[in-house]
């Protein structure tokens, strides 16, 4: 029982560790392409599970793996209402479009600019109370109204100040997002400011053009250190060590993989990826585990929000 | 022989996990926890992880939350299998990972079979079948939104005796065609353009260009008889149909919902292209130059439109052959002039020479 002896020792480094070999994810997403054409794509919701699953039951921390407990009814349900809320708004405008003239398009903006943090906050609020540690759940408690308002309000005070502003909504978002989530009966904790990174954020924007973008790579790294500098679970801080220079490698090599295979390699750019992430993160501290309490609340949340995040192409921005 | 494992247990309330060790005896797991003795039936466990190499096997009772039981040592799912036999389905099987690559191959090469058949067969044979029976109705109303996207902004040439020259060619050809639903509608537009095009529905819209490009009656009548046979066919239909199912398709292989509101766009993207595949180009020559037989029409006019063509806008590339969408010119003029070779039968003209120089002159193109 050495792994679990680990848990006692106070102040070492833990960290996520992944497993899966990128050959066994391969299967996996080829037996669910066949699938998926034998069954005219209604089997894609189930092969997404499974390919969950196995991401989850590869990764360890602390010596047991996570669990995926999503269902691909729960998605396939998902995405009927996703795709019935789609279909509703565009015979909206269509009808409003004769009505009222075309100007009734225009309301797509303002429909979609709710759309987006509405469809985030169902993603988070899904895949956290379907994922699991040691028999606990995770859990997203946020308020949608907080979220509309901070999104919202994000997104049009970085249009007014032309972009000035992103660093603050980038801080106050991920304030929002960590803040409500919970292990068990545990937040999160993350006190990041925006002016912390505006003087970084300024620099990214003047470097663009000399570096010919690639100084966005060490932007992002060092809003990465940064993040997880001011996130804590319980007792726990958490370290980044991710340098520009390794997610620059990352990225070109991700790409020449997949440019090299005709995308056939994209498993293994998912592991590598995985990896990296995992490489350059620790936790500190003393978790606290015995205080962990299972506190099961959203088991019956629904997958409507994520699949909507699917349909507007959005899932991608929780990162 | 192995006979006990070492795991730990998760009681779903807290994270602490507890060490057991664990028996698998005939009716279910005995284990044994520093705090006494319990009996999981096979009967109430699911087993959640441990399908693929090196992952701790992981069984569950109950639900939400579930009590766990985490034993590294996939073994003890042989063992089970063993002491167990009549519970062995409820587990996976290790054994069966050695033919998992064979599976994969397999899987890989139905589904590029598969795909490849619904792509090209499938989806296809689909779509005609379902635009075969839209009502005409609904391909009227597509035809006007094509219509109106495409000719919205030329302006119409008002002139009755070009006009009514030209339904009455349409008369003709219609009398000689299989029996249909649709009511042909010819719109003369005043564009320099040499060409005209079908939409769904009835719909024919000329271009002045063709009329002044057309030597005789009869050349007009073979470009018509084309349009006609692309509305009596369903062709418009049929590639708009197979545009949004194709995207429709591709969105759902890649599970991505977002594919769905761009196929609808797609669809509306054919509408004003309205582009026909090769085989239906060649489908409205044959059928269109049956048709101009049959109304005993001059078949050599047809031909002597896509001469006309050829000189104006010169050879296509062979290198295009393949790719194009549109049959090369000089094929269709080798098979329409054999076609019309076979004619035996003495042409019935359709209006005088002097008629057609009148109606040719009457629309011209508005000076640039």
Redesign the interface.
């Known amino acids: 029982m050495a792994m679990i002896s680990t848990l006692s020792a106070k102040s070492a480094a833990l960290r996520l560790s992944f497993y899966g070999p990128g050959g066994t994810l391969f299967g996996i997403q080829i037996v669910n392409l066949l699938l998926t054409i034998m069954t005219l794509g209604i089997y894609s919701f189930w092969g997404k599970v499974r390919v969950r699953k196995y991401l989850y039951s590869q990764t360890e921390f602390s010596g047991d793996r996570f669990t995926y407990h999503g269902t691909g009814k729960e998605l396939f349900i998902g995405a009927l209402k996703a795709f019935a809320i789609v279909i509703v708004f565009w015979v909206t405008v269509v009808v409003l479009a004769k009505l009222v003239g075309p100007m009734a398009v225009l309301l797509v903006y303002p429909v979609i600019l709710v759309a987006i943090p509405y469809a985030l906050y169902g993603t988070m609020r899904y895949i956290m109370s379907r994922s699991s540690w040691r028999g606990i759940r995770f859990s997203f408690r946020g308020d949608l109204k907080e979220c509309m308002k901070t999104y919202i309000g994000g997104v049009l005070l970085t249009l007014l100040t032309l972009g000035l502003y992103y660093p603050y909504f980038h801080t106050k978002m991920r304030r929002y997002w960590i803040n409500n989530t919970y292990f068990g009966n545990i937040p999160f904790h993350y006190d990041g400011e925006g002016k912390d990174l505006f003087g970084s954020f300024v620099l990214a924007v003047l470097l663009t053009i000399p570096t010919l973008y690639l100084y966005w790579f060490w932007y992002a790294a060092k809003v990465g250190r940064y993040d997880w500098s001011r996130t804590k679970f319980s007792g726990g801080q958490f370290e980044s060590t991710v340098t520009g220079g390794a997610l620059l490698g990352l990225s070109l090599t991700n790409l020449l993989l997949l440019i090299l295979t005709l995308g056939l390699a994209f498993p293994w750019v998912i592991v590598r990826s995985l990896k990296f992430q995992f490489h350059y993160l620790t936790l500190h501290g003393e978790l606290g585990l015995s205080k962990i309490q299972q506190d099961a609340r959203g088991l019956r949340i629904g997958a409507t929000g994520e699949e909507l995040a699917g349909a507007l192409d959005v899932g991608s921005a929780l990162g | 022989m192995q006979t006990t494992w070492?795991g730990?247990y998760?009681?779903?309330?807290?994270?602490?996990?507890i060490?057991v060790t664990v028996i698998p005896t005939p009716h279910g797991f005995q284990i044994l926890k520093p705090a006494g003795s319990d009996l999981w039936r096979y009967s109430e466990i699911q087993q959640?992880?441990g399908r693929?190499?090196?992952?701790?096997v992981?069984f569950e009772k109950g639900h939400?939350?579930?009590?766990?039981l985490?034993i590294p040592d996939a073994s003890i799912l042989t063992a089970v299998r063993r002491t167990a036999p009549e519970a062995a389905g409820r587990f996976h099987n290790p054994a069966v990972r050695v033919n998992?690559?064979w599976?994969?191959t397999l899987?890989?090469v139905?589904?590029v079979v598969?795909?490849s058949g619904?792509y090209f067969w499938g989806i296809p044979a689909a779509t005609d079948f379902l635009a075969d029976r839209v009502p005409v109705a609904w391909e009227e109303k597509l035809g006007q939104t094509v219509v109106n996207n495409l000719v919205g902004s030329s302006p119409a040439c008002d002139d009755p005796l070009a006009e009514k020259t030209i339904e009455q060619i349409v008369k003709r050809l219609d009398q000689a065609a299989p029996s249909h639903p649709y009511t042909f509608r010819v719109m003369l537009v005043t564009d320099p353009v040499v060409n005209a095009f079908a939409a769904p529905g009835g719909y024919i819209v000329v271009f002045s260009g063709l009329l002044e490009k057309s030597r005789q009656p009869e050349e007009l009548a073979g470009v018509l008889a084309h349009e006609m046979q692309h509305v009596i066919r369903r062709h418009g239909t049929k590639a708009v149909f197979r545009d949004l199912s194709t995207s429709i398709?591709i969105?759902?292989?890649?599970?991505?919902?977002?594919g769905?509101?761009s196929a609808?766009m797609k669809g509306a993207k054919t509408l004003s292209g309205l582009s026909y595949s090769r085989k239906n180009e060649e489908e409205a020559d044959t059928l269109g130059m049956e048709m101009i037989q049959k109304a005993r029409i001059d078949p050599h006019g047809m031909v002597g439109f896509f001469e006309t063509v050829q000189k104006e806008y010169g050879r296509e590339p062979e290198f295009f052959r393949y790719f194009s969408t549109h049959p090369n010119t000089s094929d269709r003029i080798r098979r329409l002039s054999a076609m019309a070779d076979r004619a035996a039968y003495k042409p019935v003209p359709l209006i005088s020479t002097q008629r057609w120089r009148a109606v040719v002159g009457r629309c011209s193109s508005p000076k640039t």
């Open positions: 070492r730990h998760l009681d779903g309330v807290t994270a602490d996990p060490p959640t992880q693929y190499a090196g992952e701790p992981r939400d939350p579930a009590e766990v985490v998992r690559p599976w994969i899987a890989a139905v589904s598969a795909g619904i398709l969105a759902a292989l890649v599970g991505d919902t977002s769905v509101t609808a």
